[in-house]
């Protein structure tokens, strides 16, 4: 694998805990080390990120949260002091123009003639009042990276239709995961108990959208009706709990699980659902060997979940989640293959590792100390 032969820096508006693995995997390919700088979250954001980085160097900072909703901002105290006591040879910040204090953090790296990459989702069209100017600050915003990095080929798309150069824009897949060194399971060619095993893991809070999942089962026929498991905890749960045993009584929660005990659930299961946003156990899911079914959210899994191992539910209603886990149990045998699928796409595709030499190479094409 290649190196980033140079000390590079990376800013987060907030480090969630999930992201810690990838960093320090790679800090350990930064021949002169790495540093972070990150702020918290607010607290309705429910983000975990209470985990400090191993490998690479973090600075804590504060972030200024400015207004709500579609006109958010974020300043970042002390973002300019920490670049001039690192003195990195290439910054990664999030593309984000949101974020006020990325504009000085770009300044100073220009000044001395050092490289600065933006990270993010992409740029999706703008709708509603003063769209065109969104559209412009944006256009400007990301014309002063040298290089841009985006989790999907949507995102790259977006990028090039506000007329960066697309040969600049690397598609780094959003991973949560090593490849899997295990096996996939050897499960049956039938439903043990004639009942499939559906799948959740994540945190109970609106945005999952459980509620419309525990509906969703309940509206199935009786004969295809099956095993709901909902392995998490959070804001939700005592109401989720009283859903479940008002309309379906075949829920079990098991409340926050880890480890070795996660993945024997992952291994029992036969499907996996995730009808709302983030989820980032769906890769985990897949490594599992497991088929899964996904809400369309922020493009972040849009190569990951395709029509050989998953569906992704254009439309977020109960309805159409109904009608995916039908078709789903419908071909036992189809539902064996695209788990195998998805076993192969984080094993060969989308995982860890290749999200870090994404990262090296994107750098490395700015740098030219390779």
């Given at each position: 694998?290649?190196?980033?032969?140079?000390?590079?820096?990376i800013?987060?508006?907030?480090l969630?805990?999930?992201?810690?693995p990838?960093f320090?995997?790679l800090?350990?390919?930064?021949?002169q080390?790495?540093?972070?700088?990150?702020?918290?979250a607010r607290?309705?954001e429910?983000?975990e990120?209470n985990?400090i980085?191993?490998v690479?160097a973090?600075?804590?900072t504060?972030?200024?949260?400015?207004?709500r909703?579609r006109w958010?901002?974020?300043?970042?105290?002390?973002?300019?002091?920490?670049?001039k006591?690192?003195?990195?040879?290439?910054l990664?910040?999030?593309a984000n123009p949101?974020?006020l204090?990325?504009?000085?953090?770009?300044?100073w790296?220009?000044?001395?003639?050092?490289?600065?990459?933006?990270?993010?989702?992409?740029?999706?069209m703008?709708?509603?009042?003063?769209?065109?100017l969104r559209l412009?600050l944006?256009?400007r915003f990301?014309?002063?990276f040298?290089?841009?990095?985006?989790y999907?080929r949507?995102?790259a798309?977006?990028?090039?239709?506000?007329?960066?150069?697309?040969?600049?824009?690397?598609v780094?897949?959003?991973?949560?995961?090593p490849r899997?060194?295990?096996?996939?399971p050897n499960r049956p060619?039938?439903f043990?108990?004639d009942?499939?095993?559906?799948l959740?893991?994540g945190?109970?809070?609106?945005?999952?959208k459980?509620?419309?999942?525990?509906?969703?089962c309940?509206a199935?026929?009786?004969?295809?009706?099956?095993?709901l498991?909902?392995?998490?905890?959070?804001?939700?749960?005592s109401?989720?709990?009283?859903l479940?045993?008002?309309?379906?009584?075949?829920t079990?929660f098991?409340g926050a699980?880890?480890?070795q005990?996660?993945?024997?659930?992952?291994?029992k299961?036969?499907?996996?659902?995730?009808?709302g946003?983030?989820g980032?156990?769906v890769q985990?899911?897949m490594?599992?060997?497991?088929p899964?079914?996904?809400?369309?959210?922020?493009?972040?899994?849009t190569?990951?979940?395709?029509p050989?191992?998953?569906?992704?539910?254009?439309?977020?209603?109960v309805?159409?989640?109904t009608q995916?886990?039908?078709?789903?149990?419908s071909?036992?045998?189809?539902?064996?293959?695209?788990?195998?699928?998805s076993?192969?796409?984080?094993?060969d595709?989308?995982n860890?590792?290749?999200m870090?030499?994404?990262f090296?190479k994107?750098?490395?094409?700015?740098?030219?100390?390779?």
């Open positions: 694998m290649e190196r980033i032969h140079g000390h590079l820096a800013q987060q508006r907030v969630p805990a999930y992201r810690i990838f320090d995997a800090a350990a390919e930064c021949t080390g790495m540093s972070m700088i990150a702020g918290q607290t309705e429910n983000i990120s985990a980085p191993a690479a973090f600075t804590q504060k972030n200024i949260h400015l207004f909703g958010y901002l974020c300043w970042q105290r002390g973002i300019v002091p920490w670049l006591k690192t003195q990195p040879d290439a990664i910040l999030e949101r974020n204090s990325s504009y000085s953090a770009i300044h790296m220009k000044q001395l003639k050092r490289p600065v990459i933006g990270w993010g989702l992409g740029s999706p703008a709708h509603g009042n003063w769209s065109s412009g944006r256009r990301i014309h002063q040298d290089a841009l990095i985006t999907s949507r995102g798309d977006e990028y090039a239709q506000l007329g960066f150069t697309p040969e600049k824009i690397f780094a897949p959003n991973a949560a995961v899997p060194m295990h096996a996939p060619s039938n043990l108990g009942r499939p095993v559906i959740f893991v945190r109970l809070q609106e945005r999952k459980v509620g419309d999942l525990i509906r969703a309940a199935l026929p009786q004969a295809i009706q099956p095993i498991w909902i392995v998490g905890d959070g804001p939700m749960r109401e989720l709990e009283s479940a045993s008002k309309i379906y009584s075949q079990k098991f699980v880890h480890g005990e996660l993945n024997h659930q992952f291994v299961a036969d499907l996996f659902v995730l009808p946003t983030g980032l156990a985990q899911a490594s599992f060997g497991l899964v079914i996904v809400g369309q959210a922020d493009g972040t899994q190569d990951l979940v395709r050989e191992n998953g569906w992704s539910l254009i439309s977020g209603s309805e159409t989640l995916a886990l039908q078709i789903a149990f071909d036992v045998a189809r539902l064996r293959r695209m788990g195998l699928e076993y192969r796409i984080v094993k595709e989308i860890l590792e290749t870090v030499r994404v090296i994107a750098v490395n094409s700015v740098t030219g100390l390779q």
